[in-house]
């Protein structure tokens, strides 16, 4: 299972990348010492036999697994989906997350290429996170819950900027850090494709509880609703389409104070923005999820 799995994930192409750069330095690292062993006027051939016998032939066989990849992690999905451990381990939680992705989110164009990925691998840590360090899909729902609120408050955030409101306006809608009308195309997009990752994420993270406890949760139909009408707003934002304002009625989430909702905004952001893998900025974003 583990040496299916690992295999599995390098059809993602920031596996291949991230495995390719660390391959290539192990191979410099090890034709550097040939050459310290056999001397210097060997050190064209050493360099030939680490390049073209080892290097070369591993890397290929790397990329030839962007398409076997995904086959792999389906298989290895549909080999567990059914067992009541499928939530045993890191591998099966994020096995089980991705599938769970696919079946509920459909990201909105303005997303980025790797946008998926992310809220895939944010999804499976804050489920691995919070299973082990607090127990039970009850702590994947007090997690939805928390990204749901700042859902909520971004969004209002957003409506009420646009609409030319003050900051903090519009029924408490958030501080103005989490919008600003005012600031660049670049930094808008930025800000947008986070919000349409924030509600791939909490959906997913309801689906991930309903799944793993066996029952649906008790505003899980208002939350996906939530992340939908998240999702089609940023987008007809960001490009720019016509549509109607943001209106969308839903649950009394917990309060959350403006520290942490900037603190939440301000590492989801940084995340999404940031090259994948980002191990450390997600790290981040998942002690204030906690916090």
Not at 120 to 147: E, F, K, W
């Amino acid at each position: 299972m583990n040496l299916r799995y690992a295999l599995s994930t390098l059809g993602r192409p920031a596996a291949r990348r991230a495995f390719g750069r660390t391959w290539m330095w192990v191979c410099a690292a090890g034709a550097l010492v040939t050459i310290l062993a056999v001397g210097p006027r060997h050190a064209f051939f050493a360099v030939v036999v680490w390049a073209v016998c080892i290097f070369a032939p591993l890397r290929i066989a790397v990329e030839a697994l962007h398409s076997r990849g995904p086959a792999l992690r389906r298989e290895l999905t549909r080999s567990i989906e059914q067992r009541d451990d499928r939530y045993a381990g890191p591998e099966r939680v994020a096995l089980m997350v991705e599938a769970l992705f696919a079946k509920e989110v459909l990201l909105p164009r303005l997303a980025p290429p790797d946008l998926r990925d992310k809220v895939i691998d944010a999804a499976a840590r804050v489920s691995q996170s919070v299973r082990r360090d607090r127990g039970g899909p009850h702590a994947i729902l007090r997690a939805a819950t928390v990204c749901a609120a700042l859902l909520r408050r971004w969004t209002d955030a957003i409506a009420a900027g646009e609409a030319g409101a003050p900051p903090g306006d519009a029924n408490g809608a958030g501080p103005g850090t989490l919008w600003d009308s005012q600031t660049s195309v670049q930094d808008q997009w930025g800000t947008l494709r986070a919000v349409a990752g924030l509600a791939a994420l909490t959906k997913t993270l309801i689906a991930v509880y309903e799944d793993s406890a066996g029952v649906p949760s008790e505003h899980g139909a208002s939350v996906r609703a939530l992340s939908e009408a998240a999702m089609d707003y940023v987008d007809q934002l960001g490009l720019r389409l016509d549509g109607p304002a943001w209106d969308v009625e839903g649950p009394a989430f917990q309060a959350l104070p403006p520290e942490r909702l900037n603190r939440l905004a301000e590492t989801w952001t940084t995340f999404c923005a940031a090259p994948a893998p980002a191990p450390r900025r997600l790290r981040a974003f998942l002690e204030a999820v906690n916090g």
